[in-house]
């Protein structure tokens, strides 16, 4: 019996049967044999969201068979590809071919349909969610059926699919909106907490991409701006093997993994180290290919909550949260990541309809993170917040729908796709309702 473990180690689930499909023709096999049996199947990814969305309970079915590039259509300016594909090996595929995605969220260990369907968002830009570059999409639905949905055809499905929470059916293949491979500039400062506050709407109205990182227990912040500066990758001006070896491998992930892990230990000495750490950072300004600088590497295994609120409360929400930190005796030793994105049209998007202000909270995965995110969480629901799908919460369908005009919809099109609830597990019960 095979045992499936996500990325944070907080979620797992020993199903019936393993399988690893190499064709829409297995896949459709594999979710007949499902119906037939009136049991359920799940296709993994790579584990990276923090919720038990993907937890298999009868049959798992591994993604490894179904990766790589179909095909690019210059003149269209699309890209399609098998959705088992990892988002950081579409972003090396692309790059070879001059072409970029337009946004992304700063991890791309995802699978292309993982990444999909828990609405993964990057920062600014004119799309965040990866979802609202989707052009079309091919999934395999609950009766067996292959179905092909766009604007075009299936508009329907292809309205509430894009984040689709692996509720709807298997993705098979993905088809994406692309560019001209762009050049970014990111400039990398500390700020003063107030000054940073204060100038922020400013800054993220000047710049492509904008991230925020408060210092729990100091005034500190980093603020992170992207910029575009053209296609002529010659302009680029990255960083050297010995910066990325110094800072974002050592610096950020091993040595921030040690120091994390130890203050599990002795948690009292957070606050101080924190402030030194904070008064260590200096600008740094660097150029590279799009995908170079949106995203990072992370090897400490860390647990996270993120819930978007409205852009006009958002940062109001923020000081609501530092209050509600400052005041308790929680020591939190992982900086808070403070995001912008756009309004979409995908109806379980957390974007949907508005523009947001993305929060998300951290722990180190051997820290307790329930007290930290049970003190926030209801001050992010107040204020109208809407769970990242991906990331740990604990949000019902009851106070769900509320938040998502569209819920109903996405309802009555899950009915019509999955009737026998044969992509159905427990977390999906919980947020669906059914």
Same mark, same amino acid.
């Given at each position: ?11 797992? &689930? ?16 594999? %979710?007949?044999?499902? =119906? ?10 790579? +584990? $990276?969201? #923090?919720?038990?969305?993907? &937890? ?6 591994? !993604? ?5 590039? %179909? ?10 590809? $098998? ?28 699978? @292309? ?21 989707? =052009?079309? @999409?091919?999934? =395999?639905?609950?009766? +067996?059926?292959? @179905?092909?949905?766009? &604007?075009?055809?299936?508009?329907? =499905? #292809? ?36 000054? &940073? @506050? ?18 729990? *227990? ?30 974002? *491998? ?27 750490? /904070? ?28 819930? /978007?609120? !409205? ?35 995908? /109806?379980?998007?957390?974007?949907? +309809? ?9 722990? *180190? ?12 969480? !209801? %001050?992010?629901?107040?204020?109208? +917040?809407?769970p990242h799908w991906g990331k740990v919460h604990t949000r019902t369908a009851a106070d769900l729908a509320p938040a998502y005009p569209r819920f109903e919809e996405f309802l009555a099109v899950r009915e019509r796709l999955d009737p026998h609830r044969v992509f159905a597990n427990d977390h999906l019960r919980r947020v669906l309702g059914r």
């Amino acid at each position: 019996m095979s045992v499936w473990r996500n990325w944070s180690g907080l979620e797992s &689930a020993a199903p019936a049967r393993e399988s690893t499909p190499v064709s829409v023709e297995d896949v459709v096999v594999e %979710v007949s044999r499902a =119906v037939e049996r009136r049991s359920t199947v799940k296709m993994v990814g790579t +584990g $990276h969201s #923090f919720t038990a969305i993907a &937890a298999p309970e009868a049959t798992l079915l591994r !993604p490894g068979g179904l990766t790589g590039v %179909v095909g690019i259509d210059r003149e269209a300016m699309t890209v399609t590809a $098998h959705a088992g594909t990892r988002l950081a090996d579409l972003n090396l595929a692309l790059e070879r071919e001059g072409l970029s995605l337009h946004n992304m969220g700063d991890i791309a260990e995802q699978t @292309l349909a993982g990444a999909v369907s828990t609405g993964t968002h990057g920062s600014g830009g004119r799309a965040a969610g990866l979802a609202a570059q989707l =052009v079309g @999409l091919e999934l =395999v639905t609950g009766t +067996g059926e292959l @179905l092909h949905a766009s &604007a075009e055809e299936h508009p329907d =499905v #292809f309205a509430v699919a894009r984040v689709g929470l692996g509720a709807l059916g298997i993705l098979t293949t993905l088809t994406f909106r692309v560019e001209p491979l762009f050049v970014l500039e990111a400039v990398e400062e500390a700020a003063r907490w107030d000054d &940073a @506050l204060e100038r922020f709407d400013e800054v993220a109205s000047a710049v492509d991409h904008l991230d925020l990182y408060w210092f729990p *227990h100091t005034d500190t912040v980093q603020l992170k701006q992207n910029t575009r500066r053209g296609t002529e990758l010659s302009q680029a001006r990255p960083l050297s093997r010995h910066q990325l070896l110094l800072d974002d *491998h050592l610096l950020q992930n091993t040595v921030f993994g040690l120091v994390t892990s130890g203050l599990n230990r002795v948690p009292a000495a957070i606050p101080r180290v924190n402030r030194l750490a /904070a008064g260590l950072l200096s600008t740094r300004r660097y150029s590279d290919v799009a995908h170079r600088v949106l995203t990072a590497e992370r090897t400490v295994v860390f647990r996270e909550m993120e819930y /978007a609120v !409205p852009r006009e409360v958002g940062l109001d929400v923020l000081r609501a949260c530092r209050r509600a930190i400052d005041a308790s005796d929680l020591r939190i030793s992982f900086p808070v990541e403070v995001r912008t994105a756009p309004a979409d049209d995908v /109806a379980l998007s957390t974007g949907s +309809g508005r523009d947001s202000l993305y929060l998300a909270f951290h722990t *180190h995965r051997d820290a307790d993170h329930r007290a930290y995110f049970a003190l926030l969480e !209801p %001050v992010l629901r107040e204020a109208g +917040g809407r769970p990242h799908w991906g990331k740990v919460h604990t949000r019902t369908a009851a106070d769900l729908a509320p938040a998502y005009p569209r819920f109903e919809e996405f309802l009555a099109v899950r009915e019509r796709l999955d009737p026998h609830r044969v992509f159905a597990n427990d977390h999906l019960r919980r947020v669906l309702g059914r």
